[in-house]
């Protein structure tokens, strides 16, 4: 079976391209080859059949995940992710941990954390002057919502022992090539080998997890998500373990703090060089406030697809595929074709307002189906907050180019940290 046309340059040079250009390598690999496009990189194993256009993206997000399963593509974050992990899971077990996930942000309970992220947030922006890196400095707040906001922890010395175990952890998963390298090896080679110091990583991490939840669970009621998180039963009424509630706690960390600080370092980015959408954010207008949140995340997705493995051969778009391949919905390419969004490489939040209604299936920035981020609300609401604790600011870009996209572990990022001159 041929897989749809792509790149024929080696995997190791598609790598370096998927890398450190993802923007320019994709939308070269659109342009020359169409959708969709099959590429080869060290990324995955097999070659992945990169899908955009709107009705094929349906296709991709609608496949059985007995076929096609998601949790397949994170394999390699087992090892700190945990066997209960949401991220890991298809099928059943997957929905079961989905409707247990979700409990967090809904409605009222949602609404909730609202001003304790716009604290935060003000907090922050408040202390910046002269020059800032954002991504940076977007990478601790992020952090430090979902400490206080996840885990409920409490002051000033707590919340920073926690900081320190988690960077710690997140560093060895964030350089993927490690990762991957220790995925295959995962053998304990005392403790100074990388793998050592990884598992004592998580070891440490896991032991100050576990005294959250045992206080958590000595002083019920808190507001933090941890607290809801508590109070789940399963279909037999039992309550979750606490290796169930460490699972639940690394994933809400694994897919909100990196995705979440990308695009917060891409809003600096685009704002410090639009400062006409910046004056207007001082309006205080929401329903602008939401098209800045909106747009930022169309015209600079922080992750750029969701994979899937073929289990079975499947026909996606016409295309028969082969068992063994990866396919992915291309969030990237769907957020930003030309031929999908008008003027779709400017930044214009007013498309949000004025105009025909953007097409749905090609607003895909949390993915879509059975496995459409959870955190999705909080994320737009975290957005939303720090905007507007930002909109009084002046900010300059320190170059007045744009700043590329280069990927750091799972998302993509501003190549020279989204710095901007504060004041
Ligand atoms: C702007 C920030 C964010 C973006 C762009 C983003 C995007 C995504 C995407 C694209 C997926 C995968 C969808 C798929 O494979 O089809 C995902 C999954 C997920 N996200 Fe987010 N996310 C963000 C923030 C958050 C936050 C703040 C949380 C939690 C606090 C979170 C928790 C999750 C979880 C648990 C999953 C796995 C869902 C599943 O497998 O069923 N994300 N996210």
């Not at 969709?36 to 995955?44: G, K, Q, S």
């Not at 906001?149 to 320190?164: C, F, H, P, S, W």
Request: charged share 25%; hydrophobic share 45%.
């Amino acid at each position: 079976m041929d897989l749809p046309p792509g790149p024929r340059a080696p995997a190791a040079w598609q790598t370096v391209g998927w890398m450190a250009r993802p923007a320019a390598f994709m939308r070269r690999a659109h342009e020359r080859f169409g959708d969709p496009v099959t590429i080869r990189t060290y990324w995955t194993e097999e070659p992945m059949v990169l899908f955009s256009g709107p009705e094929a993206v349906r296709e991709v997000f609608r496949l059985d995940p007995a076929i096609a399963p998601a949790g397949e593509s994170w394999e390699f974050l087992r090892p700190f992710a945990g066997a209960h992990s949401i991220l890991l899971l298809d099928g059943d077990e997957h929905m079961r941990e989905r409707r247990l996930l979700q409990g967090p942000f809904h409605g009222e309970r949602m609404r909730a954390f609202g001003p304790v992220v716009a604290d935060l947030a003000r907090r922050e922006l408040s202390v910046w002057s002269g020059r800032v890196a954002t991504l940076e400095r977007m990478r601790h707040l992020t952090l430090e919502i979902i400490l206080r906001v996840v885990l409920g922890a409490r002051g000033d010395e707590e919340t920073a022992r926690l900081r320190a175990a988690v960077d710690g952890t997140l560093d060895s998963v964030r350089s993927m090539p490690r990762m991957l390298a220790m995925a295959l090896v995962q053998r304990d080679l005392g403790p100074r080998s990388p793998w050592g110091r990884f598992r004592l990583a998580v070891e440490r991490f896991d032991a100050l997890l576990l005294d959250v939840i045992a206080r958590a669970r000595a002083e019920p009621g808190g507001d933090s998500m941890l607290a809801v998180l508590l109070e789940q039963r399963d279909e037999d009424g039992a309550p979750p373990s606490d290796r169930h509630l460490r699972d639940e706690i690394v994933a809400l960390l694994v897919g909100g703090h990196d995705s979440s600080a990308a695009s917060l370092a891409w809003a600096f980015e685009r704002l410090a060089r639009h400062p006409a959408v910046h004056a207007r954010l001082r309006d205080g207008d929401p329903a602008y406030l939401d098209a800045v949140v909106k747009e930022v995340l169309r015209a600079r997705p922080a992750l750029t697809i969701a994979p899937r493995r073929l289990l079975a051969p499947v026909e996606i778009a016409g295309h028969r595929l082969p068992a063994g391949v990866q396919v992915a919905a291309c969030l990237w390419l769907a957020l930003r074709r030309e031929d999908l969004w008008p003027a779709a490489s400017a930044f214009r939040p007013e498309r949000w307002l004025d105009g025909p209604r953007p097409n749905p299936l090609s607003w895909i920035p949390f993915g879509g189906g059975v496995r459409r981020c959870t955190g999705a609300p909080f994320a737009e609401m975290e957005m939303r907050e720090v905007l507007r604790a930002a909109a009084g600011m002046r900010i300059r870009p320190v170059r007045p180019q744009p700043e590329r996209a280069r990927r750091s572990m799972l998302v993509v990022v501003p190549d020279r940290g989204a710095e901007v001159l504060v004041g």
